[in-house]
């Protein structure tokens, strides 16, 4: 059965830092881009990052400093987004999505979705 499922997030303080993972069953990533958006509320759904199925990351948040980033662990089939240096303004319900071979910032290119994962970070 193919399932995407998010664990990590919470509350952090600003400036604080926090790690989702995605874990992938049913496919294998070396087939598959896997992309992290959130929404926060009264917003649409925005691209955070996506990494590639040759291992690539791009990183749509445009936060520079390497405030988002992307790696995965083939072995466990599992994505993860560091974020670091987190505002309050980064809060909102993440997600991972799914999609063959190349990565895409339009959340509607994406079938397979994750449960989504709330992060709040305080003021």
């Known amino acids: 059965q193919l399932q995407l499922v998010q664990s990590g997030g919470g509350l952090v303080q600003s400036g604080g830092s926090l790690r989702l993972s995605c874990a992938g069953s049913?496919?294998?990533?070396?087939?598959?881009?896997i992309a992290w958006f959130r929404q926060s509320p009264g917003k649409d759904r925005e691209g955070v990052s996506c990494i590639r199925s040759d291992g690539s990351a791009i990183d749509y948040n445009h936060s520079g400093q390497g405030q988002f980033t992307m790696s995965r662990d083939i072995a466990k089939n599992t994505v993860y987004l560091q974020m670091n240096s987190l505002k309050p303004e980064d809060t909102a319900v993440y997600y991972c999505a799914r999609r063959h071979w190349s990565c895409s910032s339009y959340d509607g290119d994406f079938g397979s979705w994750g449960q989504g994962t709330q992060v709040t970070v305080s003021s």
């Open positions: 049913g496919f294998t990533l070396d087939t598959y881009a």
